[in-house]
């Protein structure tokens, strides 16, 4: 399930030749992040220290950071 609260964090990692990464939030908890949740045109990436706005997926493998956008 989708939670359309938008969240604050940084980009802990992200490895553009896998398009995954890990984004790290103000409380501690850490959300994945995958490359076709990364809002934007053309080639997109994150680069490690960005601060993101995003949705949270809540999975039984965790939490997935959705609708990513860089601030």
Known sequence: MIDTE?????????????????????????????????RGEGVRRLHRGATVTFQLQETRRGLYAVCVQQE
């Open 6 to 38: 938008r969240y604050q964090g940084i980009v802990k990692t992200y490895n553009t030749f896998e398009g995954t990464g890990i984004i790290e939030m103000p409380d501690g908890r850490e959300a994945l992040v995958r490359y076709s949740s990364i």
